[in-house]
């Protein structure tokens, strides 16, 4: 799940105008491909639901590398954390006459019906970290459990199975609600660990909103020794407010999600976030266009698609000297590709 810099209406007029006149530039078919691939210039657009943040900005650029590479005219409606504005571009994208939709996370019960238009109108819809509750749509998420259970599995080596915890939490979304579930799995198996705070906001911009909550909950619980923030804005929000506390030495953060700027805020010395559990979110968002392209050429893929994350730790990104997101795909396989929705026809980018 992260919006820093969220988008102006003139930014974003200038996007998608750019959009609708880019169809000129994917004349040319995919050799080897199946229909409408083999004519090129196949429409196919990406709606999101939040607009800025490292993580979002990777998946988009993911996914326009993969179109790209596929002759896709990928037309990108950026999100404003906006239920409302979502659906009004999901019909948009209908008007338009995509032959799929991919849909980058949002509020579940305000999609579900303009969803259903979609598919009455014979358009492939993908959703990515939010469940539509249609077995019509192909549901790609990360592994949320897998990346809940290694993060809290590091916290309990690092601290025992005995702490007082700050918990960051926003209910209805997918992603957050998946991670949540093996919290409370962690806390029942482990009555040692005392929830003592949980705060948490999506209201842009979301580090420094959770900031504001994280400094009145840190201040009114001085015994928290560990947070769980389950979204990489959440924990830049926590870690800035225990640095203007003076807590940064007793506390550790452990997130989910990774970016270029987390890896340099984990390794600055002294701060309180010690490791987080990722996919790559330019992976992720190649995975999407793979996923609509098979889709959309009749050769649907799983209908859930689960893209396993590795654990990063500060201990890790220091010893391999390890500075950006490229270098950590380079230096972990396992982080730098995915081979969910691949056929021989589709070019594998990342």
Do not use: C
């Amino acid at each position: 799940m992260s919006p820093r810099f969220p988008f102006t209406q003139r930014a974003y007029l200038t996007l998608l105008a750019s959009s609708l006149l880019a169809g000129a530039a994917f004349a040319d078919g995919l050799k080897g491909a199946p229909a409408p691939f083999d004519k090129g210039g196949v429409k196919v657009a990406l709606v999101g639901y939040i607009s800025g943040g490292d993580f979002f900005r990777a998946f988009n650029n993911g996914a326009q590398r993969q179109a790209q590479a596929l002759n896709v005219d990928l037309r990108v409606f950026p999100g404003k954390e906006d239920a409302a504005l979502q659906r009004d571009q999901i019909q948009q994208a209908i008007n338009l006459g995509v032959k799929a939709i991919i849909i980058d996370h949002g509020q579940p019960e305000s999609l579900k019906d303009v969803v259903q238009q979609a598919l009455d109108a014979g358009i492939k819809v993908v959703a990515f970290d939010v469940n539509i509750d249609n077995p019509k749509v192909i549901q790609i998420e990360q592994s949320d459990k897998d990346l809940a259970e290694s993060v809290l599995g590091q916290a309990i080596k690092d601290n025992g199975k005995t702490f007082k915890a700050g918990y960051v939490y926003v209910p209805g979304f997918a992603p957050l609600d998946r991670r949540d579930a093996v919290w409370s799995g962690v806390k029942k198996a482990n009555p040692g660990i005392v929830e003592k705070a949980r705060w948490g906001t999506v209201a842009a911009p979301v580090a420094t909103s959770v900031a504001a909550q994280a400094n009145a909950a840190l201040r009114a619980n001085p015994d928290i020794t560990v947070v769980f923030a389950p979204w990489d804005e959440f924990a830049r929000g926590t870690k800035l407010a225990a640095t203007e506390l003076g807590a940064g030495k007793k506390l550790k953060i452990y997130s989910a999600d990774v970016s270029t700027a987390d890896i340099a805020e984990i390794r600055e010395a002294n701060s309180p976030w010690v490791a987080t559990a990722a996919t790559n979110p330019s992976v992720v968002g190649a995975t999407t266009v793979r996923a609509a392209a098979l889709a959309v050429a009749g050769q649907t893929p799983a209908a859930r698609i689960a893209i396993k994350p590795v654990l990063i730790t500060r201990e890790e990104l220091n010893q391999y000297d390890i500075k950006t997101v490229e270098e950590l795909a380079a230096k972990s396989p396992s982080f730098g590709r995915s081979d969910a929705a691949l056929a021989a026809w589709i070019p594998l980018t990342r």
